[in-house]
């Protein structure tokens, strides 16, 4: 992955606020979903499993709407973290390779942004 693709030019948004945005797409539709329940829209055909395997998919939608919410607000939460530190000063400029996260202090975009971005493909 090349940190080029994280670069922002004027009226186009860069990759960390993509993500930002897919993540809080996610978070809206998890919080708005209604709760699955097997009344609601039943349970889906099972597969042929066993019965054991048909209660982890019964316990997965039970699950699935707060599980997925949860782990949206963990993005969010990590975003909010690993963000480009703000240059200022004399390394500022349009020319500046030496940005940096304001979390990990790693180059920018540091490790956790790049994993995460992974979520865009
Ligand atoms: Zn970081």
Redesign the pocket.
């Given at each position: 992955m090349s940190a080029d693709m994280f670069a922002s030019t004027p009226g186009q948004l860069d990759e960390h606020e993509r993500l930002r945005m897919y993540v809080e797409g996610v978070l809206e539709r998890a919080d708005r979903a209604v709760p699955w329940g097997p009344e609601t829209v039943g349970v889906p055909a099972s597969a042929g499993g066993s019965a054991l395997m048909r209660l982890n998919d019964v316990a997965f939608y039970a699950n699935a709407r707060q599980e997925v919410s949860a782990f949206a607000a963990l993005c969010l939460n990590l975003l909010a973290?690993?963000?480009p530190r703000d240059a200022g000063g004399v390394s500022s400029g349009p020319a500046c390779a030496l940005r940096?996260?304001?979390?990990?202090?790693?180059r920018?975009?540091?490790?956790?942004?790049q994993e995460m971005t992974g979520l865009l493909k």
């Open positions: 973290l690993h963000r940096r996260c304001n979390c990990c202090m790693l920018w975009p540091c490790p956790t942004v």
